[in-house]
């Protein structure tokens, strides 16, 4: 085999970020684009030692599961890669990448849940956040990048989000040019706009404006336009400027500032109020987030009669807000500023007096922790993509005495996470994949693990 040879094949399945899987004889082949049981005209684009890429030249016979996708700009766009698979069949595999995962990378067999569907399927992104640079025209543009590239492609409709939101982006790339804001030209590291970035309430509709700026400083003509955005849009709440100056892909810099209206909004759900600033993290899809936190209050009641629990890399304390009706007491720790600030806010504004906030260095929090002899009936970490560090799940080992409950955005890292933590006795009893991003291969596991170290383990 060779770049640009042609073959005809069969997909068996998806794998972990959602390519299709087929074999040449023998050879494990990834492609692009594919759906279960297609018959595809493919060609090789690159061959490594233990597989190889290929791209679709023709569908010679589709997939039952292949369906019409919604969004025009779905062969291009870099944000939804599985729009072309109907969303039954979305859910299995997911279920089955969770599964598969985990047997390979720790040698067990579990059993995984049916994956949770999200409430909805299209419109249920309420953070958008949105690259922008510059034709030589002086048109600005914005939208995904194109697949495997960061060759920007201008989206002027998702269906993924709500409709607003593409409304305000189009009338910013319209009329910012008239106050002279230029957008980014990242290989110039020049323009003033990098990204603008919408935080939504899924409860309200109000939506928070992020302008992130190749400056340092705020300009008259930022605020003429934040003045005319409120002014055309009784949705936005407010508009804040973000600061990033350093030529990486890091989308914000480390300071925010207010230009017009608040530097938050409000989201609710079931009644339980959250306020969220520009910078604080929240959940994407709050109606799957709703099921995520449905999911972890109800594996810890079903166990334990009102636990102490460890809201550990709390953010504005979402986890901890919504189990706080269940616990003795939660401590949230974080150490973002903002959102251990949110966090404190979030308690008076729910009532709460059994959450106590540390905004501090989580590995020098849990070090004092353990010094002190302190441990919590519950754990319950939500690390990033990268997963958790091996200091990190040493740490929480030490300081969950009954249950860990692990959140997972990635089920390679999860996958490593859990043979570290399984290697200490901490053994999974219920792994339950949620879809909280339809139309595309992007999987969240709530995974409970129970201390076996304990002499009353059963």
């Not at 779905?74 to 595999?93: A, D, F, K, M, T």
């Not at 919408?198 to 300009?219: A, E, T």
């Not at 570290?420 to 219920?430: A, V």
Request: charged share 25%; glycine share 4%.
């Amino acid at each position: 085999m060779k770049p640009n040879d042609e073959f005809i094949v069969k997909i068996e399945k998806t794998v972990n970020e959602g390519k299709g899987i087929t074999r040449i004889d023998g050879f494990p082949v990834f492609v692009e684009n594919a759906a279960p049981r297609d018959v595809l005209k493919v060609k090789l684009s690159k061959i490594n030692k233990t597989y190889a890429n290929a791209e679709i030249i023709d569908v010679i016979e589709a997939s039952p599961h292949r369906i019409k996708p919604l969004c025009p700009m779905h062969n291009v766009c870099g944000s939804c890669n599985w729009q072309h698979i109907e969303y039954s069949e979305q859910l299995r595999q997911k279920r089955q990448i969770v599964y598969e995962t985990l047997k390979n990378i720790t040698g067990k067999d579990f059993n995984v849940n049916e994956t949770i569907a999200s409430p909805k399927r299209n419109g249920y992104r309420c953070k958008v956040q949105y690259p922008v640079s510059q034709k030589k025209s002086g048109r600005l543009i914005s939208g995904y990048y194109k697949k495997l590239s960061h060759d920007l492609i201008n989206v002027k409709y998702c269906p993924m989000h709500d409709f607003i939101i593409n409304e305000i982006m189009e009338f910013i790339k319209n009329e910012a040019p008239n106050f002279k804001i230029t957008g980014y030209i990242e290989t110039k590291h020049s323009g003033l706009l990098r990204h603008v970035i919408f935080r939504k309430s899924s409860f309200n509709g109000q939506i928070l404006v992020i302008l992130v700026i190749n400056d340092d400083k705020i300009d008259t003509k930022l605020k003429k336009l934040a003045d005319l955005l409120m002014s055309k849009f009784p949705e936005i709440t407010g508009v804040c400027v973000n600061f990033n100056t350093m030529k990486s892909n890091v989308i914000l810099g480390k300071i925010t500032k207010v230009i017009k209206g608040n530097d938050y909004y409000i989201e609710i759900l079931s009644g339980i109020k959250y306020q969220i600033s520009a910078s604080s993290f929240f959940q994407v899809n709050p109606y799957s987030a709703e099921i995520i936190f449905n999911t972890v209050k109800d594996l810890i009641s079903e166990r334990i009669s009102t636990p102490s629990i460890l809201d550990a890399y709390s953010g504005v304390s979402s986890f901890g807000i919504w189990l706080s009706s269940i616990a003795s007491k939660v401590v949230s720790v974080e150490e973002v500023y903002s959102a251990s600030s949110d966090a404190v806010q979030n308690l008076k504004i729910n009532n709460l007096d059994n959450i106590e906030i540390i905004n501090d260095d989580a590995a020098k929090t849990f070090k004092n922790f353990i010094n002190n002899n302190i441990k919590f009936d519950v754990v319950l970490i939500d690390p990033p993509r990268k997963g958790s560090s091996a200091e990190a799940l040493k740490s929480v080992i030490s300081l969950a005495e009954k249950f860990l409950i692990y959140v997972s955005c990635n089920p390679a890292t999860l996958a490593r996470d859990l043979k570290f933590l399984i290697e200490h006795n901490f053994l999974p009893e219920y792994i339950q994949p949620v879809d909280m991003f339809p139309n595309t291969s992007h999987i969240e596991t709530v995974v409970l693990l129970k201390n076996y170290n304990k002499k009353d383990a059963v």
